[in-house]
């Protein structure tokens, strides 16, 4: 089994900055593409950004400028950098990876449990 851990989400002022990280742990063989996603109040959960082995990244237009997606392989983590964030960027945020548990297995999704990020003044 795949664990996903988010953490360093809080309460922080418009303009501010948050770093959230997301470790995975338990049968990994390799991971593929790691996401990040947010769910607002009464919105569908969205994607946010993403990031390939190879560090591809993409990213909502929404963020686009202002957030940065980034991991560390030897340490099976996804790492979100947000900057000049804005009362609309208050959400759950999920992390979500592809892995595989073995050379000839196949990638699977695993979701973390989230963390919460909130921009108030």
């Known amino acids: 089994q795949v664990q996903l851990v988010e953490s360093g989400g809080g309460l922080v002022q418009p303009g501010g900055s948050l770093r959230l990280s997301c470790a995975a742990s338990?049968?990994?063989?390799?991971?593929?593409?790691m996401k990040w996603y947010r769910q607002g109040p009464g919105n569908q959960r969205e994607l946010v950004a993403d990031?390939?082995?190879?560090?591809?990244?993409n990213y909502a237009d929404s963020v686009k400028g202002r957030f940065t997606i980034s991991r560390n392989n030897a340490k099976n983590t996804v790492y979100l950098q947000m900057n000049s964030l804005k009362p609309e960027d208050t959400a759950v945020y999920y992390c979500?990876?592809?892995?595989?548990?073995?050379?000839?297995?196949?990638?699977?999704?695993?979701w973390g449990q989230g963390t919460q990020v909130t921009v108030s003044s």
């Open positions: 338990g049968n990994i063989y390799s991971i593929d593409t």
């Open positions: 979500n990876a592809d892995v595989s548990s073995g050379w000839d297995r196949e990638y699977i999704g695993y």
């Open positions: 990031i390939t082995r190879l560090d591809t990244t």
